[in-house]
C-alpha cells in the first residue's frame, strides 16, 4: 500500500512538473522527460517493470544533468539562494540551469525508487 502511495504521489507530481514546462522556452524535450517519469510511476502502481529501461533512464538523466552542474555549482556560491524559485532573469543563466540540474536530479530520484521497489 505504501509503494502505490508513493508512486500515486510521483505520478501526480511528475505530471504537474510536465505541464509547468508547457509555458518554457523549450517545453517539448522537458515534458516528455517529466512526462515519462510521471509515466512509468503510473504503470508502477500497477506492475514491476524491467530494471534494464529504469537504469537506462536513470543514467541518462544523470550524464544529462552533469550539462547542468556548473550553474549549480555557480548558484551555490552566491548570497541570495533563493533566486532560484523566482523568475528567469537573463543576465543570470545560473538561475535556469540550477533549476534544470535540480528537476533531472529529482527526476532520476523517483526511478530510483523504482528500481529499489521493483523485482
Avoid at 19 to 48: C, E, M, R, T
Wanted: no cysteine.
Amino acid at each position: 500500500m505504501k509503494k502505490k502511495l508513493i508512486n500515486i504521489i510521483l505520478f501526480v507530481l511528475f505530471t504537474l512538473f510536465a505541464v509547468f514546462q508547457l509555458n518554457d522556452p523549450d517545453p517539448f524535450h522537458w515534458f516528455l522527460i517529466y512526462g515519462f517519469v510521471a509515466l512509468i510511476s503510473l504503470i508502477a502502481i500497477f506492475k514491476a517493470l524491467p530494471k534494464p529501461l529504469i537504469w537506462i533512464m536513470v543514467l541518462g538523466l544523470l550524464i544529462y544533468s552533469g550539462f547542468y552542474i556548473q550553474y549549480f555549482f555557480e548558484w551555490l556560491q552566491i548570497e541570495n539562494k533563493s533566486e532560484v524559485f523566482g523568475e528567469m532573469v537573463y543576465q543570470k543563466p545560473y538561475l535556469e540551469g540550477t533549476r534544470e540540474f535540480l528537476g533531472l536530479v529529482l527526476a532520476a530520484i523517483a526511478l530510483m525508487f523504482q528500481l529499489k521497489k521493483t523485482s
